[in-house]
């Protein structure tokens, strides 16, 4: 694994504890409220004690959750981070002089200690009478005897390690709203390639230090805003207007200029799009819409993101969120804030000048966005995602290809065998905003806030054996429901069910591996007996059995054949003028074979593309594709 896909690897561990932090912040929140008054003073005591619990905690958290994330979700590594922090928490209380205590640097060092452990010996085979040690166990023992010794050895590293976070934490606040604008800018950038939360790990809980009156240390600018410092909150208040008014703007403007036909299906996209970064702060389905089809609109982009950090600086705001910069974590904090009310006019003016900016840059520059060209829109298929999910697998080149799958908030994390395998046609069809290739079989493919219900259905599928038989495209052309073909028989499913194609050029080509059981005697359709005794018939146009000479065929009754391969040629022209339809219906003739169908989105589709349809088959007799 290349350093760049390690660095992915980790930023998405280091996120996965911080998913605990809207509780710290609805509890804190609950406990502000005036319960005194209403006679009910314990509930406030027990929210308040529960939200600071969280953060006290907090090494706790990235502990486990950096060893769970490194280590595919494995019980046992984040067991043994867990042991490893409880062992530093006790190494350093009792022979400490009580200024070293666990921080969220050591825990998620003790994470990544015991993920990477898990990794390298979880299957470890020792002498048989140790043997008890070996596999899973080994883990515990090791992890457990390194945290150990590490936790020794810190108690005289830690102290000069706080004080070089400590004159980090200094340089940084002495270059005032400088510093937040190169923190902006960076933030921003690190996005595009899933890395930012390494670099908000930093400021958000390393930099900086305060006590709290019962004597507890906090670090980092987010546990020390909700611990009352009255100097932290610089690093995130000016987040809010690009979380708030500015990308959601972007949004409307791709909407304003999405093609007429297309804006329908474009404006319920990304009305929702802007509503969830709106609420949520969930930014990247609206970034990536545009951050590869004009790269140098998002770096204007980034450096507005660090101009908003830096007036709100300059305007002396304070303000913090415990999940991301929403309006939901902006009402919620409020009563700890300093100025946050000027935030709103400043998102405002944001919105105004990222909306008409946006318009002009796409206009003028003729930025493919979606909406622009069919071929770029998302699809709103997240009610079918069990069922798209097959199709999804095979453009990441099959399960054979899938080393690991993991999800952060918006975005797919693999690891591949081989990423040249991937389809990122076939992805962008299917939903996808982009995909980012980093190297070493490192992938990210955003599919915004369902990214995580797609990796629980595609981990399904790589842990099922299932009999499933997958369709390329025999034309090229549109892709119809088979409910939309001009000819009741079909349409009704009479024949068998499957879907149909509007062809554009004369060729039609084999879907899938498979024998040719029968061939029509004008050629105007034929049959595919497959390898797992699915019996398809592909007919070509509506109403042509009677126009003779017009076809002609390379294949014959008996011959194998494989998807892409060249069956029937045909003239388009004379079909277009005299048949009753060109359309070309793919049908299953024995669908009582099929346990589940999926379909790609009903678009165009090039000649012998995977896959437009999958099934999967109740018996198991398995052929299987060489």
């Known amino acids: 694994m290349n350093w760049l896909g390690s660095l992915q690897q980790l930023g998405r561990a280091v996120m996965l504890p911080t998913m605990v932090l809207p509780a710290a912040a609805i509890l804190l929140s609950v406990g502000s409220l005036p319960w005194d008054a209403w006679g009910l003073k314990v509930v406030g005591e ?4 529960a939200g600071h619990g969280i953060f006290y905690f907090l090494p706790y958290l990235f502990a486990v959750g950096v060893a769970l994330g490194l280590s595919n979700q494995a019980g046992q590594a984040g067991l043994a981070a867990l042991a490893g922090i409880v062992i530093y928490d006790q190494v350093t209380r009792n022979f400490g002089d009580g200024t070293v205590q666990p921080a969220s640097l050591i825990g998620i060092i003790l994470g990544a200690l015991a993920g990477v452990t898990h990794n390298r010996f979880k299957s470890i085979k020792l002498p048989e009478i140790l043997q008890f040690f070996g596999g899973s166990r080994f883990v515990l023992l090791i992890v457990g005897l390194c945290s150990a010794l590490f936790s020794f050895f810190m108690l005289w590293i830690a102290p000069i390690l706080q004080h070089a976070l400590n004159a980090i934490a200094t340089w940084e606040y002495s270059l005032g709203g400088f510093g937040l604008f190169i923190y902006g800018v960076l933030y921003r950038v690190l996005v595009a390639f899933g890395l930012h939360h390494l670099l908000n790990n930093v400021f958000w809980f390393q930099l900086g230090t305060y006590e709290t009156a019962d004597g507890n240390i906090v670090q980092g600018d987010l546990p020390r805003f909700f611990a009352g410092d009255p100097t932290a909150g610089y690093f995130m208040a000016g987040l809010f207007p690009i979380m708030m008014f500015a990308i959601p703007a972007i949004a409307f403007a791709i909407i304003q200029e999405a093609r007429e036909d297309l804006k329908p299906k474009i404006k319920k996209t990304f009305l929702t799009s802007a509503l969830v970064c709106f609420l949520t ?34 305007l002396d705001i304070r303000h913090g969120f415990s999940y991301s910069a929403g309006i939901i974590d902006y009402i919620l904090n409020f009563h700890l804030s300093e100025n946050a009310w000027k935030l709103i006019p400043i998102g405002i003016l944001y919105g105004l000048v990222y909306y008409f900016l946006f318009r002009w840059a796409i206009r003028t520059f003729k930025i493919p966005t979606p909406g622009r060209e069919e071929g770029s829109m998302l699809e709103d298929w997240v009610g079918n995602i069990p069922y798209q999910a097959p199709l999804i697998l095979e453009a990441l080149g099959g399960k054979e290809n899938i080393v690991q799958v993991e999800a952060c908030i918006t975005r797919l994390r693999l690891t591949v065998h081989n990423d040249r395998l991937i389809d990122t046609g076939a992805m962008k069809s299917m939903g996808s905003a982009g995909l980012i290739k980093l190297g070493g079989g490192n992938v990210q493919v955003v599919f915004g806030t369902y990214s995580e219900l797609i990796r629980e259905e595609i981990a399904k599928l790589l842990e099922r054996d299932l009999q499933q038989v997958l369709f390329c495209a025999p034309v090229q052309g549109k892709m119809l429901p088979i409910e939309e073909v001009p000819d009741q028989i079909f349409a009704a499913k009479l024949v068998g069910d499957g879907v149909a194609f509007v062809p554009e050029k004369g060729e039609l080509v084999s879907p899938v591996y498979g ?8 050629m105007h359709a034929l049959g595919i007996s497959t390898r797992e005794g699915l019996e398809v018939l592909l007919h070509i146009g509506i109403d042509t059995s009677q126009l003779k000479g017009h076809f002609e065929a390379f294949v014959q009754e008996g011959d194998t054949v494989e998807p892409g391969q060249l069956l029937i040629k045909f003239d388009l022209a004379v079909l277009r003028a005299e048949a009753a339809s060109l359309t070309t219906p793919m049908v299953i003739t024995n669908p009582d074979r099929v346990k589940s169908w999926s379909f790609a989105p009903f678009k165009q589709v090039k000649k012998g593309q995977a896959s437009v349809m999958s099934v999967v088959l109740y018996d198991r007799n398995v052929g299987g594709v060489e």
């Open 46 to 49: 027990v929210s308040t004690v």
């Open 281 to 314: 702060g969930v930014s990247e389905q609206i970034e990536f819409a545009f951050l590869f089809a004009a790269p140098y609109l998002f770096i204007v982009h980034a450096v507005m993101s660090g101009l908003a950090m830096w007036i709100s600086y300059w």
């Open 515 to 522: 024998t040719i059981m029968h061939m029509y005697p004008t």
